[in-house]
DNA sequence: AATGAATGAGACTTCATTCAT
DNA sequence: GATGAATGAAGTCTCATTCAT
C-alpha cells in the first residue's frame, strides 16, 4: 500500500473537510456518539491525519462551540448597542432576522453551540437577560415579570428553529415577522 | 470491604438509593459521563449490586426516559380529552398548573426526558401539535401561521421551566399564570 | 420475604436434587455454560444453598468425573482379571454389555466423564490399552498393528453410544452383539 | 511499552501470529479457558490489536470452526461423487489417506473442529451417513445394521487420529491402509 | 501530507462465592 | 436448612491517541 501524501492533496484542503464533516457529525449524533473514525472515514482520511490538523477531539469540538459562541455574543452586542434608542419592536425584527439567517447560513453550528454544548445554557440565559433588559425599558409589564417574557421569546425562537427553520419550511424574515407578531400583537383578535 | 451481605442492608433500599442516583446524576452530567462506577461509588455499594437491580445501564437510562414519556402523554391526553368544551385559558391555565407541578417534583426526570433524551423531541413536537389542535379551533390567528404560536408556548415552557422553575423562583402555579398572561394578554382584549 | 428452613425440606433431599440438575446440565451444556445460578434456578433452590451442600462449583464437577470414573476403571479392572481364562468374544461381549448398561443408566454422567472431561482422554487409552494385551494374547494380527484395532474399538464405541445408545435406538445387549459383530465378523465376507 | 506502530510492524504477519497463536490455544485449552489476554501475550501484542484484526473473540473461533468444516465438507463430497463406480475399498482408502493427510497437516484446526466445536457431531453424523450409503450399496451386511458399522469407522478414525496421527506414530497413508485392514479384513483369521 | 500499525486507559458486564439473618 | 444481599476478581471490548514510515 502507498503512503504519504496523496496526489492532489492540500492540507488546508484537508483540514477544511475534517472540519466540516466533524461539524456535521457532531451536530447530528452529539459528542460522545460521534467517533474520530468516523468523522475520518466520511472524509476518506485516516486517524493520525485528524491530529494533524487538530489537537484532538475535545478541542475541536470547543472550537465549534467556541465559534458559534462568539458570533452569537458578536450579535449580541450588536444588539445591545442599538438598544438606545430607536423602536423597539423594529429593532427587535432586525436582530432576529440577522440572527436566524445565521442559523439558517450555520445549522451544523448553531445545533452544537445553541442546543448540545453545555455553555448554550449561559448564552441563552445571557439573551435572556439583554432582552429582559430592553423591554423593561420600553414596554409596561405592569403586573408581570419581565423575566417570564424574555425567556419565553428565547424559547420561542430557540423551539421555532428547530422546527421550522431547519426544517425550511420559513424563511428567516418570515420566521421573525410572525415570531414578532406573537409577542407584540397588533390587534389581538381572539374569539374564543 | 468484606463480601456477602452488609449488617442491616435491604435489597429494596439498594435498590431505590441507586435509582435515585442514577437518576440525578444522569440529569445532571448525562448518559455518557455518568458512569456506573460513579453510581455505585455514591451509593457506597459495588458494580455488581448494580447489575443485582438493573439490567444495565443503558437499559436503566431507557426505563427513566419512559417513565417521563409516560407521565407527559398521560398528560397531554388529558389535555386532548378535556379540549372539547371550556374556556380555552382556563384549560390551559390548569394543564400547564398540572405540568409544572409534575415538573417541579421531578427535576431529575424531567431534566432527562424532556431535555437529554432524543426522544424528547418527538414529545415536544406532539405537545405542539396538541396546542396547534386546540388553538386553531378557537382563535382566529388572522395571518399568522398558528405553529408558530404553538412552537412558541413550547419553547416557552421549556425555558421557563429550567430558569425559573428547577430554581425555586417561581411556584407553579404562579408560573402557569404568567406564562398564559404573556400569550393572552388581558389588554389584548381575548376573553372567552 | 420468609427465610430459613423451608417446610417439608430435607437437606439430604436438596443435596440429591442439585447434584442430580448439575450432572444434567453440566452434561448437555458442559462446564462453562452451566452457572451455578442455572443450576440452582432449575432446583429452584438459591445460590448459598449450593454452597451448603458443595465446596465449588468445580469440585462437585470433579466429582462428577471422578464418580465415572472409579465405575469406568472398577469395570475394566474386572475385565482385566477376568482376562486370563476363557473365550475372547466372549469376554468382550460380556464386558461390552455391562458397559453399555451403565452408560445406559448413566447417561449424563457418562457425557461428562467420557467426553468432555480431560481425563476422559486417559480413560480411553486406558481402555485402549487393556484392550491392546487382550487381544495381543489371542489374535494372530498377521501384519497390522493391533493398536490400531484397540483404538478403534473404543472410537467404535464411543460414537455408537452417543448415536445408538443415548438414542435409545439400540439396547445394551444388542449393541454389544453388533459390535462384536463388526470387529469380528464370523464369515468374513470380505470381498474388495 | 510506547503506544504506536512498533518498529519493522506489519500488519499482516500480526495477524498471522495472532491467528496461528488462538488456533493454538483454543485447540489445547478451549475456548473458554483461551483468553485473549493470552493470545496476545504470546503474540507479545496488546488487546486492542486483537480487535484490530478480528471481530471478536467468538468470531475468530467460529470463523476456524468453519474453515475446518468446509474442507471437511467439501472433502466428503469428493468422496460421495467419486463414489459411483470403482472399488469401494480404494474409494476409501485414497479418501481416507486425504483426510488423514489433512489431519496431519492442520491438527489444531482438527481438534478444533472436528473434536471440540459443538457442531463437530454435525460432522461426523454426516460423515457416518455417507459412508453408510457407500456401504449399503456394496457389501452384503447380512444380519447386521450398517450404521453401526459406518459409526464404528468414524469413531476409529477418530480415535486413531488423536492417538496415532496427532502424535507421528503413523504416517497418513499408512494409517489408511491399516484402518481398512481392520474393517476389511483380507483373510479374516478369526480365532476366537 | 499522510498512513499503517499499535497501545493506554478505562468502561461495561459476568460469575463464583460469601456474609448476615 | 435456607435465603437475601452483596462483592472480588476477572474478562471482553472500545476509543482516543501515538509512533514509525
Redesign the interface.
Known amino acids: 500500500m502507498p503512503r504519504g501524501r496523496r496526489v492532489n492533496s492540500s492540507g488546508e484542503k484537508s483540514k477544511k473537510l475534517l472540519l466540516d464533516i466533524a461539524t456535521e457529525l457532531f451536530s447530528k449524533y452529539g459528542?460522545?456518539k460521534t467517533k474520530i473514525s468516523d468523522i475520518v472515514k466520511a472524509a476518506n482520511l485516516t486517524q493520525p491525519t485528524f491530529y494533524l490538523y487538530f489537537e484532538n477531539k475535545e478541542s475541536l469540538y470547543r472550537d465549534l462551540i467556541l465559534q458559534f459562541k462568539n458570533s452569537f455574543l458578536e450579535n449580541l452586542d450588536r444588539l445591545k448597542e442599538e438598544a438606545k434608542g430607536g423602536n423597539l419592536i423594529d429593532l427587535l425584527h432586525r436582530h432576529l432576522t440577522v440572527l436566524f439567517q445565521y442559523f439558517a447560513s450555520n445549522p451544523y453550528l448553531t445545533k452544537i453551540g445553541f442546543y448540545q454544548a453545555e455553555e448554550s445554557?449561559e448564552l441563552?440565559?445571557k439573551f435572556?437577560k439583554v432582552l429582559e433588559e430592553l423591554l423593561a425599558e420600553r414596554i409596561e409589564f405592569s403586573?408581570?415579570?419581565p423575566?417570564?417574557?424574555a425567556?419565553?421569546?428565547?424559547?420561542?425562537?430557540?423551539?421555532?428553529t428547530?422546527?421550522?427553520l431547519f426544517t425550511k419550511e420559513?424563511e428567516p424574515e418570515q420566521?421573525a415577522s410572525?415570531?414578532i407578531?406573537?409577542?407584540f400583537?397588533k390587534t389581538?383578535?381572539?374569539?374564543?
Open positions: 459528542y460522545h445554557e441563552k440565559a435572556s403586573e408581570h415579570d423575566r417570564i417574557f425567556h419565553s421569546l428565547v424559547g420561542a425562537i430557540e423551539r421555532v428547530l422546527m421550522l420559513k420566521l410572525e415570531i407578531n406573537v409577542y400583537p389581538a383578535v381572539c374569539k374564543s
